[in-house]
């Protein structure tokens, strides 16, 4: 088990002194192999605070999380670099905003910080920078540019790259498809699947899109006012009565499916998922 | 009658690339057009051009009858309430409620009309019991709802929402899209700049960008079906309308599927 959280909260004190529990007692293991989760739950529920607990970035206020066998509570010093630091490489972060992690000169200097940090040499690298900033769909003239002269969408794909170019054994990533076009989307979606199934990696996904939910995830983690009130699978997610108070909505294929078997009368064999599972349930219907 | 006109637009950022190229825009009073296209099509800039944040290297903008320049910059941005991409370039106060205040105080807003006003929009997006806390306090989403607020109390003739809702959750999405119908049955002209092609049904029409210039422009029903372009712009058909396509080329003839898929592809 790589990262276990045992009865966490959260705690955020105001500037004008209100304190507010963003998470509340939160317990949930993720396995470092095989897991390919996202994170829902409506806006404000704590999703973000969540994510930023699992390499450390913030410590609970009460309980404590498990990062590979380091143990992170309230009493954790935040100078311990050392003991730290290695969880930052292994627990790969993208922020909500890419504009939070972008910060040098250079959209080259950005992504080989990282790496540089945990010890690579620069010329090494520079030559993962050249391999990451195409995967993320940009051509390599990105790299000598200023990180905060792109597009919103563009600023978003440099972030990803920096991530990917840590190589880390747990990708966490905060909504890293909006802002992107929808072919970005899917691109980056397929690339996180295939680190995800070729490397065995986990991937947790925060997003708002149940297509992702639906077409993509093992396991979803629902958040909602503060607490954990799903952790399972997504075709059990999507058959439960509470998704609209959870302020969710149904996937595109769900709800196709179902307008169809109503307007015709009929009945699905089994949840499409894909075109051509459709074609064979209308084929089916003549 | 038109409200904005854009003529033969023209902009870079420094001189080795044109950001846009040659843009001709027509957008009538009253009007809800989607902006769609690419990232770093030029959506965002073109937006910025609009509302003369950024000054066009060739090309004329009119907006409500007056050409944009150095002397109808102001006049023209009263016209204008813009909801930025990256709601954090939104944000100057100390306070949510310093930030709902803050396009109204330049519009001149009289104060009691502002308090009310704030008590109102805050409402409307859910944010009232946040007014007291500072804009780095809240989550992405309620970001972007505090941002939609201050542009609404403005009460602006026009409205550029620019990826407004690419945080929210799928209930606070909806509700967004139900405050722009409303603005929308107001007379308020509308521009959404969006990567959702189910928020791009609800307008009246799309404008596609593709590498800084305009590669279609018609009504949302007739560019959502065309595939061609839609693809080649990073773009996706609507389900329905994708798997219409796909029994087509199968060939597979049920036109009563065919005829239900249509109406579901089209509903609001
Ligand atoms: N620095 C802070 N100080 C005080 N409260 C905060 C702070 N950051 C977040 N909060 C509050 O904690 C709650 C959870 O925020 P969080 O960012 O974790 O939500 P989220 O689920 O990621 O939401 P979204 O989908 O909108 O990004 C919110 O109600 C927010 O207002
Ligand atoms: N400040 C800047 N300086 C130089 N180039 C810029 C600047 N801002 C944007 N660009 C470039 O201009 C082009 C258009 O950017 P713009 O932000 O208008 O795109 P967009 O269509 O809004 O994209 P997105 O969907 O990603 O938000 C992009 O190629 C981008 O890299
Ligand atoms: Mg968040
Ligand atoms: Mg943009």
Do not use: C
């Amino acid at each position: 088990m790589a990262i276990k959280f045992n009865q966490v909260t959260y705690r955020y004190e105001s500037a004008n002194n209100d304190f507010y529990d963003a998470i509340s007692d939160i317990s949930l293991s993720i396995e470092d192999k095989g897991e390919f989760i996202t994170l829902i739950g409506e806006t404000g529920s704590g999703k973000s605070t969540l994510v930023q607990h699992m390499n450390a970035l913030i410590h609970p206020s009460e309980g404590e999380v498990l990062i590979y066998g380091i143990k992170v509570n309230k009493n954790t010093k935040k100078d311990k670099k050392e003991k730290l630091n290695p969880l930052r490489q292994k627990v790969g972060l993208v922020f909500q905003f890419p504009e939070y992690q972008l910060f040098e000169e250079t959209v080259e200097r950005d992504i080989i910080f990282g790496p540089k940090n945990f010890g690579m040499s620069e010329v090494q690298a520079k030559a993962i920078a050249k391999e990451v900033i195409v995967q993320v769909g940009l051509d390599e003239s990105y790299l000598l540019r200023s990180p905060f002269n792109l597009s919103g969408g563009e600023k978003k794909r440099v972030s990803i790259a920096g991530i990917l170019a840590m190589n880390p054994d747990i990708l966490v990533l905060d909504e890293p498809t909006s802002g992107l076009d929808p072919k970005g989307r899917d691109d980056l979606l397929n690339l996180f699947l295939s680190i995800h199934e070729k490397l065995n990696k986990t991937v947790i996904i925060i997003t708002h899109d149940m297509n992702i939910v639906y077409k993509y995830a093992k396991r979803v983690l629902v958040m909602n006012n503060s607490r954990l009130v799903f952790d399972g699978e997504p075709s059990v997610l999507f058959k439960k009565k509470n998704i609209e108070e959870w302020n969710l909505d149904l996937p595109d294929m769900l709800e196709l499916q179902y307008n169809l078997e109503n307007e015709l009368g009929i009945k699905f064999s089994k949840n499409p998922n894909n075109i051509e599972d459709f074609l064979t349930e209308i084929k089916g219907a003549k | 009658m038109s409200i904005i006109k854009i003529e033969d637009l023209t902009f870079s950022y420094n001189e080795d690339t044109e950001v846009l190229k040659n843009v001709n825009l027509e957008i009538n009073k009253g009007e809800w057009v989607s902006i769609l296209g690419h990232n770093g099509s030029g959506k965002s800039t073109l937006s910025k051009l609009i509302i003369g944040l950024l000054k066009a290297s060739s090309g004329k903008i009119t907006v409500d009858g007056e050409l944009l320049n150095y002397d109808t910059v102001h006049s023209i941005r009263r016209k204008i309430g813009i909801v930025f991409q990256n709601p954090d370039n939104q944000f100057v106060g100390v306070t949510v409620e310093d930030d709902i205040a803050f396009g109204m105080e330049n519009l001149g807003i009289e104060r009691n009309e502002m308090i009310s006003k704030i008590q109102e929009f805050s409402k409307k997006v859910n944010m009232i019991d946040y007014l007291n806390k500072a804009p780095h306090e809240l989550s992405g989403g309620q970001k972007q709802r505090v941002a939609i607020a201050g542009i609404l109390a403005m009460g602006t003739d026009i409205i550029i929402f620019d990826e407004a809702t690419s945080m929210l959750d799928p209930k606070g999405r909806d509700s967004v899209l139900s405050f722009i119908k409303e603005l929308k049955n107001q007379g308020i002209t509308i521009i959404t700049i969006t990567h959702e092609m189910k928020e791009a049904l609800y307008s009246d029409r799309i404008v596609i960008l593709k590498e800084g210039k305009v590669i279609a422009d018609g009504t949302a029903v007739d560019v959502l079906q065309d595939k061609k372009t839609l693809n080649s712009s990073n773009l996706e058909l609507l389900l329905p309308l994708k798997l219409i396509y796909h029994m087509q080329e199968q060939n597979i003839e049920n036109k009563e599927i065919e005829e239900i898929l249509w109406q579901l592809s089209l509903i609001k």
